[in-house]
């Protein structure tokens, strides 16, 4: 961790990583962020979720913080100003679930959630949403993929005859894929 970031007023409110690490943790309502060196997620985190604490960072404080501090920067002497516009939780709901939508439907990776340049689109188009971690974003993908499960599975207990099959293939990087394909018509809607 770097001495500036340790240095910051939001690691009142988290729970620094261990070396190494690469999660901190919300002292208020326990969700993880990503933390690579730098705290403007963890920051906007608190602005967005718990604005009662981030409001508390005024400029007198920030005055306090640079007298404290040997170095003088640019962020001591600016006062973010919070967002005009809030996410409703509903949206903010809708917004994480096209997201997983996104990451499924496409093959994204897990990983996309910690872009920065995602980060500024949605901070752009939806600047009070903030973008869930990316733990959180791969336990819905968990509980969407345990749905999709019950849900074909109910769907074969009414087939009355099922037709499997299997393709397999070796990627270039000598990666063995196979595919299992079922068709079946569900006996209830099904007529000759």
């Known amino acids: 961790m770097s001495s500036r970031s340790a240095r910051s007023s939001v690691w009142d409110h988290f729970k620094k990583p261990l070396p190494g690490g690469k999660t ?9 962020f990503a933390y690579h060196g730098g705290t ?12 009662s604490v981030a409001s ?3 400029p007198a404080s920030c005055a306090a ?5 040997s170095k003088r920067t640019l962020s001591n002497f600016v006062v973010s100003r919070p967002s005009s516009r809030s996410c409703s939780v509903a949206k903010a709901e809708a917004i994480t ?14 990983s996309l959630v910690t872009d920065a340049g995602l980060r500024r689109l ?13 733990t959180h974003i791969s336990n819905i993908v968990r509980k969407r993929h345990a749905e999709g ?3 074909v599975k109910q769907m074969l207990q009414k087939a009355s005859s099922v037709a499997i099959t299997t393709d397999g293939w070796t990627s270039k990087g000598i990666v063995s894929y196979a595919t299992y394909t079922a068709h079946f018509f569900p006996a209830d809607t099904w007529e000759l």
Not at 24 to 32: I, L, S, V
Not at 42 to 50: D, E, G, N, P, Y
Not at 65 to 69: G, I
Request: with cysteine.
């Open 24 to 32: 901190a943790t919300c002292n208020m309502c326990k969700k993880e």
């Open 122 to 134: 949605l901070e752009f188009m939806e600047p009070g949403y903030t973008l869930p971690s990316r």
């Open 40 to 51: 403007s997620n963890l920051l906007s985190h608190l602005k967005s979720a718990h604005p």
């Open 56 to 58: 508390s960072d005024t």
């Open 97 to 110: 679930q096209l997201l997983v939508g996104w990451v499924t439907g496409d093959m994204r990776p897990l």
């Open 149 to 151: 499960v019950a849900e």
């Open 65 to 69: 913080a640079a007298a404290k501090d």
